[in-house]
Every structure is written in C-alpha cells, then in structure tokens.
C-alpha cells in the first residue's frame, strides 16, 4: 500500500493522519467548550 | 547563491524577532507576566508556541537526519508526538495542569510539584535536575541551527553559533515568556510555511507518493553490510524486532522522546498560560497538524533523500553527509531545492531552533530564580527575576560552550537523553499529582529519585552509546559496560528507570502519610 510493502510501516503512515485528523475533529467539537469554565471558576473562587 | 539577498531576508526576520520581543517586554509588569505570561494567552499562540518550542532543530535536521539512517519506521515517533504530545498532553495533562496551576498560583513546573506536594525539596531538586540536564538538550539545539548556518552562509561555525545566542539571550531575557511566546508563534507559521513546501517539492521531484516510497522500497539491497547485521531492513521496513537495530529505534528514539513530552517544563508551562479550557481544546486542532507537517514531513523526507541521492550521485544519503547524519538534511536541501527554497528553509530552521532555545533558556532561568533561589531564600519579587535573568545568561553560556565541545551525530541523541530523564524524574509524580489524591510527599520524593538515578546509572554503565564514551564503567570495573549481553547494551533508560519510578511512587505512597485533607481540597479545587 502506498508503494510500501510492510504494514508495520504503511499502518503508521496511516495513522499518522488519523491522529492529526482526531485532532482536527475534536478541536472541532469542542471548539466553544470550556469557555463557561472560566466564569464558573471566578464564581466558585469567590472558596 | 545570493548572500547579500539571504543576509537581507534574516536582517528583517531577526528585527521583527526582537520587535516582538520588544512588545513583550512593553506588555510584562510583573513576575506573572514573565513566568506565565499573564495567565492569558490566545489559543492560537498557545498552541503554536508549544508546537514551535516541541519542534526544534534536533526534530527537523537531527531526526530528519535519523530518518535518512533509519528509514520510515521513525514515523512511529511522529504517531506518538501527534497522540501523547498533543491530544494526551493538552486533553488528559493540560487541562488538569492549568487549573491545577491556578488553584496553587504556581508558575513554573518544578512549583507546581512543589506545591502540589507540599515540599520545598520536590521544588528545588526539580530545578536543579532541569539545570544541569537541560543544557545538553539546549545546546544540540543550537548546533542543529549553527550547523545549517555554516553550510548555508558559509559562516564560521563558531561565529554562527555566537551571533544566534546573543540575539536569543536579549530577548528572553527582556521579554520574558510573553516575548517568547509571540516570537514563537510568528516563528512557528514560518515553519509550518517552509515544512509544507519541503514536502510537497519532494514528493515532486520523486514523481508522486506511491512511486516515491516504491523506488525507496526497491533500494534495499544498498543497505550498508553493517548497518544490515545490526538488523537494519531497507528505509520502507521495521528493524528485525529484537536486533539492535530495534532496541534503539523503539526504545530511545520513539519511545524516550514519544512519552518523554508529557514531562517537559518548558512546554507543561504553557498549560498554565491560558485562562480556560476552551483554549485548549482549540489548541488541540492547532497542535495536531503542526505537528504532523513537522515531523511528519521532516522523517518522510529524511528517508527518502536516500532515492533523491541514489537517482542523483548513485550513492545513499549517509555516504553523501560524510557519515554524519546531522548532515543529511542540510546537503539534501541544499542539493535537491531550488534557491529561493533554501533561503526559506532556513528561514524555517533559524524559526525553529529559535523557538526552542528561547524556551529552554526561559524553562533554565526560572528553574534558577524560581524554584531554587527563592524556595531556598524565602525571597520574592524583583529579586527573583533578576536571578531568572542571569540564569537565562547562564543557560546560554553553557549551552554555547558545550556548543563548542560535543562531537558529531549529538543532536538526535543528546535530544532522546533529556527527554528521557524528564519522562523518569517527573512523569510519575507528575501524573500522580493530577489523579490521585492518595500520592504522598514522600511518594513522590522517592519516584522522582528513582528515575533520576536509575536513569543517570543506566547511561554511566549500561548503555553503550553513553557509557563507553563516558568511560567511567571502564575506569571502575575494566569494560565499557556492566551488562555486555544483548538487548541490554542498546535499551534505553526508560524501559527501566520510567516503569521503577512508576512503581516506586505508587509504593511509597501507600505506605507513607497522607496529605493534609485541606491541603488537597485546595489543590483539586474544581477538579472531579
């Protein structure tokens, strides 16, 4: 695969990119999320 | 070459290095603002400047380097820097770290142990670990930068590793981590810029993907008969599992630098710059494909420099550097890219080096000034900058001079060495403090020992590359190591030092006092 005969080294290539693009996709998801934190904090620091 | 138009181009880079510099200095009033940058920070120069401060010289031209010797099975090094370095470390460890970091007003690594363990001692041998092993790593860094500039400006290497220093001392020592920060995050687009070029011409010349990796995969035969009896396979193909070969690949080039990450002060600062979480889940996006365009594309094309070579001057790339592999990339960009590709590549190397040292000679003179000088003293505020600025000076003085002293083929492996020591030292207790409440002061006292010394032991006496040239095994005991049977010569620190330290902290922390219940409340405070 890939002009790559051993699997050892085109399933790394491939996973490669699939972790840039888990990345990718929960920067996404969470791109608004944790904000909230930040005022809750400041609430629950006024402990 | 134009060096006129290439001396232009680094004038107006540097002038606009020390320009952000400069507004870092503007916008930094107080220790806050040096250590943590104001606690602040954009997402976009978070992540940028972790990538940047991750990615140096030793990744690119060292590692790139390592990849022309050891071929693509140094991919599994990009899957880790991509997995653990980014989503594990910003996900799992980041967001811990900076409330943690918040909740115990800590600003630096070491302190945030220190405090989190109530102990002085975790505070200030952190420090002292971070000082004395810290200048390896930052000085194969600017030989990594000095070496390009040699080759390229035709510059004395001497001459090229002083002027570098120089500029990089005034501005982390006047700017802080805020000046350090911006100054990555513009060096870290010029990077991100220069290593998808590098790529995509590569892949190019080569006539595409799949033909590229094939003509790389049919040049097994030209693997040197050394290289083979040590279990090298061809530049497409895993080492025979078990060889030398492999031992070193898996255990000290993927596996020391892969999880080592997660325990380098220099980049666990960074969590604490930011104000929320939210950051840092859009850090993680940032961070991830940073970091696939630089070691990703620096060990692809490491590799196939070898067809470039072979197609070109009939020879494999680590004839061609001389048998230096911190060569190969240097000679490769300079043979295989057009001009004005090589006035950006090293554009992106100077970014790159830059970035890094900045952060090491920052990480080193806040391990002086605020995790010893003041644990010790019990002396706060402006004192304790001034000390963090000389120790910055200091940390550039050593790592200049060892700049000077180390041999050839340092850089990939003088980077494995400290990221090693840190994964042993700090992974453990660093780990503990985020999860488990149960973690003692002694625990975490006894792990970080461990891993200090078990992994200072095994580089004096077991492993090979380390202890014959130390010499110290010989003088004690006539050999150059204690153990002469296969693997043992050729596995890394970490296998053992990391594991024992894990198990040791665990141990001793379940058999020693706990913490003070309001004292962990204060700690986790916010945290499930």
């Known amino acids: 695969m890939l002009g790559i005969d051993d699997p050892w080294i085109w399933g790394v ?7 840039a693009l888990l990345c990718v996709i929960y920067g996404i998801i969470n791109w608004n999320r944790g904000g909230e934190l930040e005022a809750l904090e400041i609430k629950e620091e006024a402990w | 070459m134009n060096l006129l138009l290439l001396n232009i181009i680094i004038l107006i880079y540097l002038l606009f290095t020390l320009y952000l510099g400069y507004r870092g200095w503007k916008s930094t009033k107080d220790s806050e603002g040096y250590l943590v940058a104001g606690r602040k920070t ?106 390009f500039m040699e080759t390229t400006l035709a510059i004395d290497f001497d001459v090229a590793l002083l002027i570098y220093s120089v500029i990089i001392a005034a501005y982390v020592v006047w700017g802080g981590l805020r000046g350090v920060m911006y100054t990555d995050a513009m060096q870290g687009t010029i990077m991100f810029v220069g290593m998808a070029f590098l790529l995509l011409v590569t892949y190019a010349h080569l006539g595409g993907i799949t033909s590229a990796h094939q003509a790389l995969t049919g040049m097994t035969h030209l693997v040197p008969a050394k290289l083979a009896a040590q279990g090298h396979m061809g530049w497409t193909s895993m080492p025979i599992m078990g060889s030398s070969w492999w031992w070193t690949l898996v255990s000290t080039i993927v596996m020391g630098v892969g999880i080592g990450v997660l325990a380098m002060p220099q980049l666990v600062v960074r969590f604490m710059t930011v104000k929320s979480n939210r950051e840092l889940n859009r850090g993680v996006l940032i961070g991830g494909v940073f970091i696939l365009m630089m070691t990703g594309v620096a060990f692809v094309v490491g590799a196939l420099s070898n067809v470039y070579f072979y197609q070109t001057q009939g020879n494999i790339s680590i004839n061609i550097a001389k048998g230096n592999a911190d060569s190969i990339i240097p000679v490769y960009i300079n043979a295989a890219m057009p001009e004005w590709f090589v006035y950006l590549f090293m554009l992106t190397l100077l970014a790159a080096a830059m970035s890094t040292s900045s952060s090491q000679f920052h990480a080193q003179g806040s391990a002086i000034g605020r995790d010893i000088y003041e644990t010790l003293t019990q002396k706060k505020g402006g004192g ?59 625990g975490a006292i006894a792990g970080m020992i461990t891993g200090t010394l078990v992994t200072v032991f095994w580089y004096m006496f077991i492993h090979k590359a380390e202890a014959a040239p130390l010499g110290i095994c010989k003088m004690l005991f006539g050999r150059d190591v204690l153990i002469a049977q296969m693997p043992w010569p050729v596995v890394d620190p970490i296998v053992v030092a990391l594991p024992l330290a894990f198990l040791v902290t665990v141990a001793a922390s379940l058999v020693t006092k706990k913490l003070n219940y309001r004292h962990l409340e204060d700690c986790f405070r916010g945290l499930r």
């Open chain 1, 13 to 19: 290539y491939v996973l490669c990119i699939l972790s």
């Open chain 2, 42 to 147: 954009h997402p976009y120069i978070m992540a940028m400047s972790y990538g940047a401060t991750f990615i140096s010289t030793s990744a690119i031209v060292g590692f790139g380097g390592t990849a022309g010797l050891f071929g693509m099975g140094l991919l599994w090094l990009t899957f880790l820097n991509i997995f653990v370095g980014i989503f594990l470390a910003f996900v799992v460890y980041g967001k811990r770290t900076r409330k943690m970091g918040h909740n115990l007003n800590a600003m630096t690594f070491p302190e945030l142990l220190g405090k989190r363990f109530d102990s002085k001692f975790v505070q200030y041998f952190s420090g002292i670990v971070i000082f004395l092993g810290m200048p390896l790593y930052a000085s194969v860094v600017l030989i990594g930068a000095a070496r």
């Open chain 2, 384 to 442: 304790s900058i001034l000390i963090t600025r000389i120790g910055i000076l200091v940390a550039v003085l050593i790592a200049v001079t060892l700049g000077y002293i180390l041999p050839e083929n340092i850089i990939a492996r003088g980077t494995a060495i400290f990221f090693g020591l840190c994964a042993a030292a700090f992974l453990p207790m660093y780990t503990c403090a985020l999860y488990w409440r149960g973690a003692t002061r002694f």
